[in-house]
């Protein structure tokens, strides 16, 4: 299992920097923005679809620094009920599923999206409750409207390419939690399955453990983030954890993304590595960076000692006292 990293956080640092810096701290893959809310820091998806030695220099410098590349990020809203938005995003998905196929990349990673709450609405609206029934209603039209159809497109396109779509289950998307994953991929195929972020998982108060063993036994995880979250009892008691403070006003909020280990200890996360082996996952742990309580660089660098004792960098043998 490598320990990744999402490099949007070194977006400040040129690509060849940003690996260095990586590969000195014990980081064995790159999951590299590709357009929407990642951006294109580390490289120019357009030029590297069109520009056969643009991919080779970006190769020239992951061989350079043993780094291979776990997954092209491009998080934005595909559902969005502005056409331009929506087309943008589709564009983005798309054109990252081509781009990820000329790299020997086996997934892209991305949102599910978000739609309006009915055909004639401009604001994409997430519904988290059935009554009063217009919003029961609302979901319905973004479930079978909106999402499904589209999903269905977009996974026959991932699967000519025989990439995999791995899709962060987020609040304020479509798809926030588990059983919302599993219903869309039903809906479509098997190169539709979780990038599984469980900073947006612990402060809804879902079990991550049981969370990862309700998806991989669906093989249904295709990538993995390592982001922690931390529930600030002191505010969540007050005004639970639905929270619209500023991220930056961290003393006000319910919950914090943190930094791996100042969530949950490294108990936790060895916890989690071994639930994800026991479903079959054993790829890479992407590291996350939106701890606003540290830089990016010490935040990584905490995040990698955690993760580094506890991942398995070896296979399992027989079990020869079974």
């Known amino acids: 299992m490598d320990i990744g990293v999402l490099t949007v956080a070194l977006g400040d640092s040129p690509r ?22 990642p951006g294109q820091d580390h490289l120019s998806r ?16 992951l061989d350079e620094n043993d780094l291979r590349v776990s997954a092209l990020a491009t998080h934005n809203n595909p559902l969005h009920p502005d056409t331009e938005q929506a087309e943008a995003a589709d564009i983005e998905l798309r054109e990252a599923i081509e781009l990820a196929d000329l790299l020997d990349v086996g997934v892209v990673t991305c949102f599910s999206g978000l739609p309006a709450g009915g055909p ?42 025989d990439v995999d779509l791995a899709i962060e289950m987020h609040p304020n998307m479509l798809v926030y939690e588990p059983h919302g994953m599993l219903r869309l991929r039903e809906a479509t195929n098997d190169h539709v399955g979780a990038n599984f972020d469980p900073s947006h998982l612990y402060w809804q108060g879902i079990d991550v453990p049981r969370a990862i063993r309700l998806l991989g036994d669906e093989d249904a995880i295709n990538h993995v ?28 909020r319910s919950w914090l993304f943190r930094s791996i280990g100042y969530g949950h200890g490294e108990a936790h996360w060895k916890d989690v590595v071994s639930t994800l082996r026991m479903v079959g996952y054993d790829d890479v742990l992407s590291i996350e960076h939106e701890d606003s309580l540290t830089s990016s660089r010490e935040g990584l660098e905490k995040a990698v000692d955690v993760l580094d004792r506890a991942v398995f960098e070896t296979t399992p043998g027989e079990a020869y006292w079974a």
């Open 46 to 61: 357009e030029t590297l679809l069109a520009d056969e030695d643009a991919r080779e220099e970006l190769r020239a410098d």
């Open 16 to 37: 060849e920097e940003a690996f260095a810096y990586l590969a000195d701290i014990g980081v064995g893959a790159v999951e590299l923005g590709s357009g929407g809310y």
């Open 120 to 161: 004639d609405d401009a604001v994409p609206n997430w519904v988290t409750a059935p009554w009063p029934g217009e919003h029961a209603d609302a979901h319905r039209y973004q479930w079978e409207d909106v999402a499904i159809p589209y999903w269905q497109d977009l996974a026959e396109h991932a699967a000519d390419y």
């Open 225 to 252: 983030h390592a982001k922690d979250t931390k529930v600030y009892e002191a505010k969540a008691d007050e005004k639970g954890v639905l929270d619209t403070t500023p991220y930056d006003e961290e003393a006000d």
